[in-house]
């Protein structure tokens, strides 16, 4: 079926755009928070004990990530806390690695939409939805054939996550014309040494580019 592209270019308009937390303080507001209850204190609580973490250099710092928070905007604080040697490892989802940092460093976005849509509307247009954002699947369709890519060129033998993940930002690094956000977070973890970790690597858009470098080998 032919993809209506004039329905699929109205809907993949507004771009998500990624918090700097660098340009605003927030002290005084998370300051005001641990005097109140909830979340609100917890949030406080958790920000004196990273603090604390900070200041211990004896402490291994363990960022977590799930893929919902970057494609919703949250990656560049990601990067930030890299960048700023705030962070010693990370763990994250495939999605958060694939789908949404490497897919945005080859210059593709993510989009406001709605969680109101037309679900079937949206695949005859190959969009993919994440609650209320957008993903064109034929860019994360351009993804898994990079994966493959960077597969086809790695010599035969098993890989850990965190071996293929610093691959991928070797392979960004090392090509700066296909790198087109060029602080993504797996090429500032790659460039900064910080080890990404992910246990369900290929549960994610990687494992379509994986099965097809493994069903394309020659042996």
């Known amino acids: 079926m032919e993809i209506n592209r004039q329905k699929k270019a109205e809907l993949l308009q507004r771009a998500v755009k990624h918090i700097d937390i660098k340009s605003h303080d927030p002290r005084g507001l998370i300051n005001a928070y641990k005097e109140m209850s909830f979340s609100a204190r917890e949030l406080g609580r958790a920000c004196e004990i990273y603090e604390g973490m ?101 010599p035969p033998r098993p890989y850990s996550s965190r071996e293929f993940i610093s691959e991928m930002g070797r392979w960004l690094t090392a090509n700066p014309a296909h790198a087109v956000k060029s602080d993504s977070l797996v090429q500032v973890a790659y460039e900064r040494g910080v080890p990404i970790f992910c246990p369900a690597f290929s549960d994610s858009s990687a494992g379509f580019g994986l099965v097809a470098h493994q069903v394309a080998r020659p042996d």
């Open 54 to 154: 900070l200041e211990d250099n004896g402490c291994t710092i363990i960022l977590t990530i799930a893929g919902s928070t970057s494609a919703a905007g949250c990656m560049q604080i990601y990067v930030d806390l890299v960048r700023h040697n705030m962070v010693d490892i990370i763990v994250a989802t495939g999605a958060t690695v694939v789908d949404m940092d490497f897919f945005e460093a080859l210059g593709f976005r993510h989009y406001r939409g709605t969680q109101f849509a037309d679900d079937g509307q949206l695949r005859d247009l190959y969009i993919d939805r994440i609650y209320d954002t957008f993903i064109d699947e034929e860019e994360l369709q351009h993804c898994d054939r990079t994966i493959r890519e960077i597969a086809d060129g790695m």
